[in-house]
């Protein structure tokens, strides 16, 4: 069983970096393609970024694209999401999550794609 741990969110303002981090547990974190979804109050959940098992394919939601980068480190079990040049529309509850066992497309932009999810860490943009 995989379990996700978010880490590296917090409060920054409007044009500024934040680092996102994924910690998974479990020997098989290099075999499943993995993704960033956000939610923010009264809204739905939202993808923002997918990678694959491999890192050969990277995929991005519209409102990010150019400003995040989604990338992972197999040998350390862990999965990222640079954030530059954030607007404080990208204040949410930020969730790393792995894909099913079976799916094979590189990337998934449904939360139905994906059966296991970390608790979120809250990123807050002031303006």
């Known amino acids: 069983q995989v379990h996700l741990v978010e880490s590296g969110g917090g409060l920054v303002q409007a044009g500024g970096s934040l680092r996102l981090s994924c910690a998974a547990s479990?020997?098989?974190?290099?075999?499943?393609?993995m993704g960033w979804f956000r939610q923010a109050p009264g809204k739905e959940r939202e993808f923002v970024a997918g990678i694959s098992w491999n890192r050969g394919v990277t995929y991005y939601g519209d409102s990010v694209k150019g400003r995040f980068t989604v990338s992972r480190d197999n040998a350390k079990n862990t999965l990222y999401l640079q954030m530059n040049s954030l607007k404080p529309e990208d204040t949410a509850l930020y969730y790393c999550?792995?894909?099913?066992?079976?799916?094979?497309?590189?990337?998934?932009?449904?939360?139905?794609?994906?059966?296991?999810w970390g608790q979120g860490t809250q990123v807050t943009v002031s303006s």
């Open positions: 479990g020997r098989t974190f290099s075999t499943y393609a």
């Open positions: 999550a792995k894909v099913k066992a079976g799916y094979l497309t590189p990337v998934y932009t449904t939360p139905e794609s994906y059966d296991v």
